[in-house]
């Protein structure tokens, strides 16, 4: 019997999303897919609502987190969090926002407590959650003060890493407009986040001296300030401190000539200025295949790399291909030594 510290804990996301049908099918299809244990924390009868919809007769059992690991053979474990929901597959309601950010907390804990190996997240609808308050940017920023609450004494500065089989990026500053990153960017923040990303490379991939690549902010990274003076002035002296350190980064790169296949093997994770600049080539070469990893924190985070999808949510066609790489990449990266 699986012990309840190798069991993922999941938190079902928006549940008008395609969360608990990711979940449901995952579980459904977890020895073809070899997946390891993993418990949900959400409402059971949306989960049994969900799994009658789409057609599927997938045994949903109310179960503790400590429950859960000799639960999963048979059926899928669901912890209860918030009050009883409906099953509205595509319709937004603020009324789920609380049990949205409950099953998110209830994770943590139970990652904190030893009761779960670590923390795959569905996706949440961050709009639906503003209009009851919800203050943070995105699950990454939230995750980064849930971090600093549950784990006081350990250094919390979450970064985002997109994770594929081709390519691993990470973009320096996220969930702002691109108006605001220039003033944004400096070069301390380009070395802490560069810091962040070779540590967890060597404690969490293996890397023993991870190869980062450094992308410019401008057009053809500036050409040496015609084009904009921060690739110049920001960007090459973030390079030349992180190198003073021991670290390979290179750079900075024009952006449009770095991710063709001869270019990327060239590095093993690229950052980026901005969101997009780094996301769109990530999610082009690897879409059903990426993960996001929340590096940085004291717990490990990964999350299925696309959003609620409430189109598909209930009818049958969600890929689940990304989300079963999130469990796996989970897995692995609560356990270092098996790299």
Same mark, same amino acid.
Request: glycine share 8%; hydrophobic share 40%; charged share 20%.
């Given at each position: 019997?699986?012990?309840?510290q190798e069991?993922?804990? /999941?938190?079902?996301?928006?549940p ?5 049908d ?5 579980w459904?299809?977890?020895?073809n897919?070899?997946l390891p244990g993993?418990? %949900?924390?959400?409402? %059971?009868e ?10 599927m007769?997938?045994? /949903? ?8 690991a000799g639960?999963?053979s048979?059926a899928l474990?669901? /912890?209860?969090?918030g ?6 597959p595509?319709e937004?309601q ?9 099953a998110i907390?209830?994770? %943590?804990d139970?990652?904190r407590?030893?009761?779960a190996s670590s923390l795959v ?9 503003y209009?009851?308050?919800f203050?943070?940017?995105?699950h990454?920023?939230?995750l980064?003060?849930?971090a600093?609450k ?5 250094p ?10 081709d ?22 923040l380009?070395v802490?986040?560069?810091e ?8 969490r991939?293996g890397?023993?001296?991870?190869r ?18 921060e690739?110049?002035?920001v ?5 030349e ?6 670290i ?5 790169h ?28 990530a999610?082009?070469?690897g879409?059903?295949?990426? %993960? ?8 490990v ?16 066609? /969600?890929?689940?291909?990304?989300f ?6 989970a897995?692995?990266l ?6």
């Amino acid at each position: 019997m699986a012990r309840s510290q190798e069991t993922l804990a /999941v938190s079902m996301g928006e549940p008008a999303g395609i969360g608990p049908d990711l979940a449901l099918l995952a579980w459904a299809n977890r020895k073809n897919l070899k997946l390891p244990g993993f418990y %949900v924390r959400g409402d %059971v009868e949306l989960f049994r609502q969900r799994s009658a919809r789409l057609g599927m007769d997938v045994p /949903v059992e109310a179960a503790t987190p400590e429950e859960a690991a000799g639960l999963f053979s048979r059926a899928l474990p669901l /912890v209860q969090t918030g009050p009883a929901l409906e099953d509205r597959p595509g319709e937004e309601q603020a009324a789920t926002a609380q049990s949205v950010v409950s099953a998110i907390e209830g994770c %943590v804990d139970d990652v904190r407590k030893g009761l779960a190996s670590s923390l795959v997240t569905c996706p949440i609808n961050k709009s639906a959650l503003y209009k009851t308050g919800f203050s943070f940017p995105g699950h990454t920023e939230y995750l980064g003060a849930l971090a600093e609450k549950n784990w006081p004494n350990a250094p919390a500065r979450p970064v985002m890493m997109i994770a594929g089989p081709d390519l691993m990026v990470v973009p320096v500053t996220i969930h702002i407009p691109l108006k605001d990153v220039p003033e944004t960017l400096t070069t301390e923040l380009i070395v802490e986040t560069a810091e962040i990303t070779a540590a967890d490379l060597k404690t969490r991939f293996g890397f023993t001296a991870p190869r980062l690549a450094i992308c410019g902010l401008n057009p053809h990274a500036g050409e040496n300030g015609s084009m904009g003076t921060e690739d110049r002035d920001v960007i090459a002296p973030a390079i030349e401190q992180l190198r003073a350190k021991g670290i390979d980064a290179s750079g900075p790169h024009p952006a449009d000539t770095l991710f063709h296949p001869p270019a990327r093997t060239g590095y093993d994770c690229a950052l980026g200025m901005y969101h997009d600049q780094v996301l769109v080539p990530a999610k082009t070469i690897g879409f059903d295949d990426s %993960v996001n990893v929340t590096l940085g924190l004291p717990f490990v985070r990964t999350s299925p790399d696309h959003g609620t999808a409430y189109s598909l949510a209930g009818t049958g066609r /969600v890929r689940i291909n990304s989300f079963a790489a999130s469990l796996r990449m989970a897995d692995a990266l609560a356990h270092p030594e098996r790299f």
